[in-house]
């Protein structure tokens, strides 16, 4: 059975990441990218899917204590046991050419007998690989397009389909352990010195933390370690940003909603620009524009909710029928069929997101704006056509009101980019139908019964999506219909004091969504209650998220307050996203909310 989630912890190569055990398991691991097949596999299974272990033989009388080293992704785990100490360092160093897991076992105390388990399936589980030895000791693994091969001084042998081994270490001893992947047609990639690696790997990681621009106030270590997670769920390459490394762990437990995230949503783009760029990142702000425009670029119509991490459309999903899922979450998805869905709000997005960078002093470009341009005129065409909205509905398409909010949001930053820019642009028609979007969103997604703004138009319920409306500039914050839809959300979503993106009574209808409270909607709380002038309240709630981080900081994309437990895939770009955002709009004059509105400048 695999590890809470809350036990598991990132390292990442900014190309790929594996899931590190509190137990010393890596349980989950995709190379060479993100969304490549899985050689561990685990984390949805059992270890003869895949796992890499290293820990103490004895278990009994364990103590074990982790920690990042400070401001960088490496992972220290110290394990106690009567005899001795030892601390399991856990990196994967920034890719050259292959891709480098290390892990060095180090002597701390006594000493200490230890095991290592190896077992490699390729294609999530699925192939057992042919694993023979090399002249110079090297264990090879290959299994159609792929190759790993471990490199150590510590004696293995094959046992049950695995590589195994007993070692002991004693104070001041270090036992190091390597593995690289390439693919199968090339040779052996070759050795890695593992202290070079660490090396190098800290000062990668303390250079590039160092450029951060946090403020007294912000907790800057919960603030540095969202940043480095951010980061490392990056494409280097390409600087598209993954919504998590991992697939179909769960929304609720045992249940059936449970999706593959190893993609980038282009419903993040603004809330990562404007994190990125507000903590002084500006190159992996700029390279998250880069992508997005190549993402988008093409006829309009075809604009997707989502892409691959190179900009890939197809995405077609199936199920892993051989692995039984995370805790018998059932089915173990692979690809995501809501790329195809028709959503409005991603219009808004993208434009929001390029006005965003513009005002944040990216550079643009006549094609940008080209691509602009094309987006409003298909908007204007399809902008009153029903959607499957932001949390992607697989039910029948409605009038959702966040989705016309976000239509509006397009017209708007492509008025004020045309007029702040001194582009050409039919800015009098863009205008009239801004106007218009207005006036339908304020007429049809309004109920004055509940004095709140609800989930789709003519419906009773409400939706987590809606907090974000007076970030947008649609309306101000003082307005009295945005404080009644907060008291609304307050009055039914709220469990344990979080925000559930869904309402209750749409649960109630037969939808069954079963889930947990969503953490970015309640940190988008916390925002409402700092723009609508509520800060002991916004602070109170920012603390208690606060505490819903794992022990090395940590969080998935929803909580489970009854069961207190981590939901959903892990780690959740969107939910540290929200957290760095919240942190500036708290303890900052410019304000993240305020400058999506346009109220606040960038360093203001």
């Given at each position: ?115 290592m388990e190896l077992v490699i399936r390729f294609e999530y589980g699925a192939l057992v690989p042919w694993v023979h030895r090399l002249e110079d000791g090297t264990l090879r693994a290959i299994a159609g397009a792929d190759q790993i091969v471990l ?86 390459p390409t600087g598209g940003i993954v919504a998590a490394p991992t697939t179909s762990l769960p929304e609720t437990l045992g249940g059936i909603r449970n999706w593959d995230y190893r993609f980038c949503w282009l419903r993040d783009a603004t809330l ?188 009773k319920w409400l939706d987590g999506s809606l907090l974000l409306i007076p970030t947008t500039g649609f309306l101000p914050p003082d307005d009295s219909r945005i404080a009644g839809t907060v008291r609304a959300i307050e009055g039914r979503l709220l ?110």
């Amino acid at each position: 059975m695999p590890s809470l989630i809350e036990d598991y912890a990132l390292i990442g190569d900014c190309e790929t990441a594996a899931l590190v055990g509190r137990d010393g398991s890596i349980d989950w691991l995709c190379w060479p990218r993100f969304d490549s097949d899985a050689c561990f596999a685990a984390l949805l299974g059992t270890p003869e899917h895949g796992r890499w272990l290293v820990a103490p033989f004895e278990t009994e009388q364990l103590r074990i204590m982790r920690r990042y080293r400070r401001d960088t992704l490496i992972l220290e785990t110290r394990f106690e046991t009567p005899d001795g100490a030892v601390l399991l360092i856990d990196l994967m160093p920034p890719r050259s050419r292959h891709s480098n897991l290390v892990r060095l076992v180090v002597g701390e105390r006594g000493h200490v007998v230890m095991r290592m388990e190896l077992v490699i399936r390729f294609e999530y589980g699925a192939l057992v690989p042919w694993v023979h030895r090399l002249e110079d000791g090297t264990l090879r693994a290959i299994a159609g397009a792929d190759q790993i091969v471990l490199r150590t001084p510590c004696p293995v042998r094959g046992e049950h389909m695995s590589t195994v081994a007993e070692f002991t270490v004693a104070v001041g001893e270090t036992v190091p352990f390597t593995l690289t992947y390439a693919p199968s047609h090339l040779p052996p990639p070759d050795p890695v010195d593992p202290s070079l690696a660490l090396a190098e790997a800290e000062q990668f990681w303390n250079e590039w933390s160092g450029r951060a621009r946090i403020e007294p106030g912000e907790q800057r270590d919960a603030v540095m370690r969202s940043l480095i997670t951010l980061k490392a769920l990056t494409h280097a390459p390409t600087g598209g940003i993954v919504a998590a490394p991992t697939t179909s762990l769960p929304e609720t437990l045992g249940g059936i909603r449970n999706w593959d995230y190893r993609f980038c949503w282009l419903r993040d783009a603004t809330l990562s620009l404007l994190a990125l760029m507000n903590a002084g990142y500006y190159d992996e702000a700029s390279a998250w524009r880069d992508w997005l425009l190549r993402a988008v670029a093409g006829v309009p119509a075809q604009a997707q909710i989502m892409y691959g991490i190179g900009g890939e459309r197809r995405l077609s999903e199936w199920e892993v029928d051989w692995l039984p899922g995370y805790e018998g979450a059932r089915p173990v998805r692979i690809g995501n069929g809501a790329h195809g869905q028709i959503q409005v709000d991603v219009y808004g997005e993208v434009m929001d997101a390029l006005y965003q960078a513009y005002r944040g002093g990216l550079a643009s470009s006549e094609d940008g704006w080209s691509v602009q341009r094309a987006f409003l005129a298909h908007l204007a065409e399809i902008w009153r056509e029903p959607d499957r909205g932001i949390w992607e509905s697989r039910g029948n398409p409605r009038h959702f009101t966040f989705s016309k909010v976000m239509a509006w949001v397009a017209f708007d930053r492509g008025i004020r980019t045309a007029e702040e820019c001194g582009l050409e642009g039919p800015i009098a028609e863009w205008k009239a139908i801004a106007e218009e979007i207005h006036a339908d969103v304020c007429a049809h997604g309004y109920n004055a019964e509940l004095g709140s703004f609800v989930q789709s138009y003519g419906s009773k319920w409400l939706d987590g999506s809606l907090l974000l409306i007076p970030t947008t500039g649609f309306l101000p914050p003082d307005d009295s219909r945005i404080a009644g839809t907060v008291r609304a959300i307050e009055g039914r979503l709220l469990a344990d004091g979080f925000v559930m993106r869904h309402d209750p009574a749409e649960v109630e209808t037969g939808l069954a969504h079963g889930e947990g409270a969503f953490l970015a909607c309640s940190f988008w709380l916390a925002d409402a209650y700092v723009l609508t002038g509520r800060a002991e309240d916004a602070k109170r709630l920012f603390t208690r998220l606060l505490g819903l981080r794992n022990d090395v900081g940590l969080l998935s994309e929803e909580y489970d307050p009854v069961a207190r437990r981590l939901l959903g895939n892990f780690p959740q770009a969107f939910s540290h996203i929200a957290l760095i955002n919240t942190a500036h709009n708290l303890a900052r004059s410019s304000k993240p909310a305020e400058q999506r509105a346009g109220e606040a400048e960038l360093g203001e």
